[in-house]
T-cell receptor, first 111, second 118 residues
Framework: KQEVTQIPAALSVPEGENLVLNCSFT??????LQWFRQDPGKGLTSLLL?????REQTSGRLNASLDKSSGRSTLYIAASQPGDSATYLC??????????FGEGTQLTVNP | GAVVSQHPSWVICKSGTSVKIECRSL??????MFWYRQFPKQSLMLMAT?????????EQGVEKDKFLINHASLTLSTLTVTSAHPEDSSFYIC??????????????FGPGTRLTVT
């Protein structure tokens, strides 16, 4: 059974800092890995999708890496802003459709 | 990406009543939609996979007679919580999986429905 763990559970940083969120998974036979953002009481916004054959994806200030063999992914956020405050969820797909989610990292960026 | 809507965004109902939640894929024909449940301070848990024109596939521990799923068209799936109880109070989120035109099997999520059972 796939298990996804995210560390840290919560993170508070001053505006402008670069930061890294971590995600690990137990079954390396994944189809892809997705990072999402969730604002309080809202649905999920897809940030980045990394296919199993890829090592990283970039979108603006976000960079996600994937090391499938070690079962790890990181989400790097550059020059953090207060608007980045949200919960970040990592999810892996082992069959091309079914997603297993981590517990999330609650990020607070202080002005 | 695909645009997904849910209705209602929130609902309060009395214990014992049934509630229907709609999930619509606005710009994409989805043969497969997914229903998730999220309790406070917890992550999303997959409840069932909704397949257009056929029966839904439920995850272990999810009662199919309690959570009725209908996927009658390529753009609409409904989740009906029957005989709701306070422990069913949760945040219900649907998603669609893209393939073909939007390759990569990426999932796009609706805004969620907050259900409170009193």
């Amino acid at each position: 059974k796939q298990e996804v763990t995210q560390i840290p559970a919560a993170l508070s940083v001053p505006e402008g800092e670069n930061l890294v969120l971590n995600c690990s998974f137990t079954d390396s036979a994944i189809y892809n890995l997705q990072w999402f953002r969730q604002d309080p009481g809202k649905g999920l916004t897809s940030l980045l999708l990394i296919q199993s054959s890829q090592r990283e994806q970039t979108s603006g200030r976000l960079n996600a890496s994937l090391d499938k063999s070690s079962g790890r992914s990181t989400l790097y956020i550059a020059a953090s802003q207060p608007g980045d405050s949200a919960t970040y969820l990592c999810a892996v797909s082992t069959s091309g459709s079914r997603l297993t989610f981590g517990e999330g990292t609650q990020l607070t960026v202080n002005p | 990406g695909a645009v997904v809507s849910q209705h209602p965004s929130w609902v309060i109902c009395k214990s014992g009543t049934s509630v229907k939640i709609e999930c619509r894929s606005l710009d994409f024909q989805a043969t497969t939609m997914f229903w998730y449940r999220q309790f406070p301070k917890q992550s999303l848990m997959l409840m069932a996979t909704s397949n257009e024109g056929s029966k839904a596939t439920y995850e272990q521990g999810v009662e199919k007679d309690k959570f009725l799923i209908n996927h009658a068209s390529l753009t609409l799936s409904t989740l009906t919580v029957t005989s709701a109880h306070p422990e069913d109070s949760s945040f219900y989120i649907c998603s669609v999986r893209t393939s073909g035109r939007l390759a990569g099997n990426e999932q796009y999520f609706g805004p969620g429905t907050r259900l409170t059972v009193t």
